[in-house]
């Protein structure tokens, strides 16, 4: 983290962008500071596109300001974009080019390159150094467009969705190499539709919905915060099948002895999280409750498989603030 006083790497002061008559970006803060993973996360179409495209100076915003190492990002891309690292969701390759010789032409581009052949091997490529870039998996090809990002040697990263399609240990090596980036004093701006990446990756969360940012803070911050709000506990379960969710809740507070839930009361209420969970939030958990839940689901013929209490996470958070999923 950078000290009280000096300046952050990225500095994103009242930004707006428009396109006609849509406003894609409406007044947006937020910074990032050396050493640090900042995930942007917003609903389909809640601006982060754009805004991350302005931070890497392929659009201009049409008031407020991005600075990049004090810079104009857009004016002065030659000189930002020597310290940068950008790793497109698309890949960006040639198709018939190889995969060492991809990597060795981006490299070409930089003063300083890593080494390419440990790079191939960190990212576990090093098999397919002569194979096509056509011709990788979507998650070989995934790796590659992160090993471009890399291979400059930058002082800050962007990466747009860099485990998509990724499988669990391809994952957990490209979580290891953003935690490593960190460690070596390289900032990263993550975005990203898989929540508990952002959970366990992040220094500092920023949502942005409708084009501003509704929420930021580290991922603890966020759910302290939620927890507090709701004054009252959460119950998450995963259940087999799908339940339906207004007889669910009347069926439990009748036999837990809450009476039928009204909107302005402290009764419990219910929330999809995403297929096969729900969170209900409400008053702290009693034998008695927990008894009405199991009963409420198997009076609908769904199978508990997992429950947790006071469980709050960055998914739960992200709700709250947009009432949207991630993925609609």
């Known amino acids: 983290m950078t000290t009280a006083g000096s300046t952050p790497l990225l500095d994103v002061r009242s930004v707006v962008r428009r396109f006609g008559k849509t406003t894609a970006v409406d007044g947006l803060d937020f910074h990032v500071d050396r050493s640090e993973v900042v995930c942007v996360l917003g609903p389909n179409g809640a601006g982060k596109t754009t805004t991350i495209e302005m931070c890497e100076g392929f659009q201009r915003p049409d008031s407020g300001s991005v600075r990049v190492f004090g810079m104009d990002p857009f004016a002065d891309s030659d000189k930002v974009r020597e310290r940068i690292g950008v790793m497109l969701q698309g890949g960006g390759a040639y198709p018939g080019i190889r995969v060492g010789e991809m990597l060795r032409l981006v490299a070409s581009y930089s003063a300083h390159p890593l080494d390419t052949e440990w790079l191939l091997h960190t990212v576990g490529l090093e098999r397919q150094r002569k194979t096509t870039y ?123 002895g809450l009476g039928v839930p009204k909107d302005d009361d402290r009764g419990l209420t ?19 409750l927990l008894t009405a839940v199991t009963q409420a689901a198997a009076d609908q013929g769904v199978l508990i498989t997992s429950l947790d209490m006071n469980k709050t996470s960055l998914e739960d958070v992200f709700l709250s603030i947009t009432g949207r999923q991630m993925r609609g």
């Not at 190499?177 to 975005?191: A, Q």
């Not at 969970?277 to 008695?288: E, V």
């Open 134 to 256: 056509r011709r990788l998996s979507g998650g070989q090809q995934q790796r590659l467009a992160l090993a471009c990002a890399l291979v400059g040697r930058p002082e800050l990263v962007f990466l747009d969705e860099p485990t998509a399609g990724l499988d669990a240990q391809s994952r957990l090596l490209v979580w290891d190499l953003i935690s490593s980036l960190r460690r070596d004093g390289v900032s990263v701006v993550l975005t990203t539709h898989l929540l508990d990446e952002a959970e366990a990756l992040s220094d500092r969360v920023v949502i942005i919905d409708r084009g501003t940012v509704v929420a930021q803070g580290s991922p603890a911050e966020l759910t302290t915060s939620l927890a507090t709000a709701t004054s009252g506990s959460r119950i998450v379960l995963q259940v087999d099948g799908v339940i339906d969710v207004p007889s669910f809740v009347d069926a439990t507070c009748q036999r837990a």
């Open 270 to 288: 219910m929330v999809r999280i995403r297929p096969g969970s729900y969170a209900l939030n409400g008053p702290h958990p009693t034998p008695g």
